[in-house]
């Protein structure tokens, strides 16, 4: 007995001190410099490093043995990076989405303890708060359940620009405008990381479609990439340095995103000063040297042939040692960064219960009054509402893809009205209930990655309605609409609505109107869609967006006036489709021949869009071109009314100038203004737009007759434009008129400033043009 303990014990010191020894002749992350762990490494464990692992699907041979057998950390989530245990290098692990932390439920059959994560509001809501201290909060909400799972980065925000309404990821990005876009995600990026939790910036850059997303080439100008499909990344890292970047699947003038240096290390790194990695969007991308060569450092979610591909490169010394290398030092200083990395401990327990409180406040305040004619709402309580749609007991809460979330519940707008005390019609509520199960279950089955097709509307018949409008008073009524990833929108029976679902609008609207009750449409919707041949049949339109698990006791808290709605819209509503400025190039069309080798797991084709519109994209357009839309940008009504005082500026000569305005409630409620500036710039030089946002700020809840002076300074950089010729920031000399308001074009007020000669903000090069000649539209 005394005999085995010794040997026991021998046995464990020889292990023990053996273990030491490698990591006495291994430096090991954190404790030597960064130099010395790359200086230790094979050049095996840096393509190890620079290639991901944890996803299989769709192609699990592309995965080592080890890879496939390697226990996940986090189960659902989207990718790791591998470990390299002999120089203290731990693996990472990185989840969506923009709406919430995307992760399983439920681990295997264990549902002793769950993994649900809050679902919040999609991005778009988020936007249209125009509230960027909202937005943080939300973020520190989110980044707390990033940490709590221990996850190291959150692959969100998703940021490109609504170029077109029908754009399938539209839900998950902020705005046709890159300045809401880029504060809004700066604000984001900041609550998460405050948890000491990483987020990802995407899709890096011009990705503004789904189909034939890994092969679809986006033909912009330089001027357009500048200042609409760049502008918003630039003032997110400027502002706020996200850990990460993901460079996006579409091609950028002929040459896949993560491929292409001048944007990813001299305009990213170079010009705004990126100090984070470059992650690929999912399999992005055709040729791993090409992407190591270009600065994206990191391959997502990695193959064994790009593994292979990068050691024989080197090996062959067509990637140098010191690209590879460079990559490599990108990703270990961010390591350095993680709660991996620091080994913190993770409880699995996020809060949900306070979480969700933030995901009902922020949905109520991105929500958008459209229309309120004659006071209808807010609904009078307590009441009883005859509630229509299916959407109205299947809430939207988001979108699907990647930008969804396994949430715990939803909460529908018949289960909000009833927590508020409302009552509704159950057997009526039990019919819908019966139908929405019927015709889901008839619906073909689709992966969960992909949309199942709408159910349409359920047909009320007229002794019905009769007797609801009787009983009821007031009509609530929702339309909805989904998307998400692969896909993008359509015309018919999308951006427009359904047959089944004018002739519901048509009958309510008689029915009611008939008993001189009201009717209020909700817009359950990721995007716009088209209102102006049905708005003047209601008294009521209130976009609620997706607006999250808590969706439903959010637009209760609207419709009864609990909340003053202050959302203003951050992507325009037009009147028909074929006004948008891209509706004749959107999605684009695809072309002969197959696609380039790559990964191309989804069979996608060659495809080109060519963004001839240029820098006129949304209001820029409508404004410039004197096309009206249903809704302008940033238009919102409200239960008050505000008005606006004198509109001061520090100088009417032009370097710093500090413009404000006193904004007061006149109206009854107390309730929050949302102050845009807008600039109009002299027509001399480039082509402008009729006006151009350039800050802006929501006040507090101004009670009745209460003012706040907003302040906004500008400076030469937000007067720039960027000027293709000598490529570089320039402000043409002239009077600029500043222009404060409600929205682009209600202008409340308005003065100029001169700028005496040309200002060169700052001096760039000729990168990322286009090859073949574009004829932008022009004023
Ligand atoms: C999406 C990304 C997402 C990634 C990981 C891709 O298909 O485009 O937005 O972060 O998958 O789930």
Redesign the pocket.
Known sequence: MRRRLLSLILIWIFISTSNLYAQVRSPQLGKNSVAEVIAAMTTEEKARLVVGMG?VFPHPSLQTEEDRNTPEKVLGA??RTHAIPRLGIPSLT?A??PAGV?INAVRGRDTSHTYYATGFPIATLLASSWDTDLVSRVGVAMGSEVRDYGIDIL??P?MNIHRNPLGG?NF?YYSEDPLIAGKIAAAFVKGVQSNGVGT?I??FAANNQEFN?FQSNSIVSERALREIYLKGFEIAVRDAQPWAV?SS?NRINGIPASERSDLLTTILRGEWGFKGIVMS????GTDAILQMQAGNDLL??GTVLQTQAIIKAVNEGVLSKKTLDQNVEHILNMILQTPSFRGSKYSDQPDLKANADIARQAATEGMVLLKNDNGALPLASPGKIALFGNASYDLIAGGT???NVNKKYVISLDQGLLNARYRIDESFRKSYLRFMDEQKEKRPKVDAFRLPPPIAEMAVDANQLEQLARDADAAVLTIGRNSG?FADRKVDNDFNLTATEQTLIQNVANAFHGKGKKVVVVLNVGGPIEIASWRSSVDAVLLAWQPGQEGGNAVVDVLTGKVNPSGRLATTFPMSYSDVPSAKTFPGKELPGVAPSGLNPFGDKPSESTYDEGIYVGYRYYETFGVKPAYEFGYGLSYTKFSYGNLKLSSDKFLVVTASVPVTNNGKVSGKEVVQLYVSAPKQGLSKPALELKAFAKTRLLKPGESQTISFTLSPKDLASFDPASSSWIVDPGAYTIKVGASSSQIKRSASVNVAKQIVVQKSQKLLAPTVSLKELNP
Do not use: C, N, Q, V
């Open positions: 996803f989207a990718g990185f969506d989405g995307r692959l969100a998703g990821r998950e990802s995407k899709h997303r993901m699947y969007d999912w399999w992005g997502m979610p893809g990647s930008g990833e």
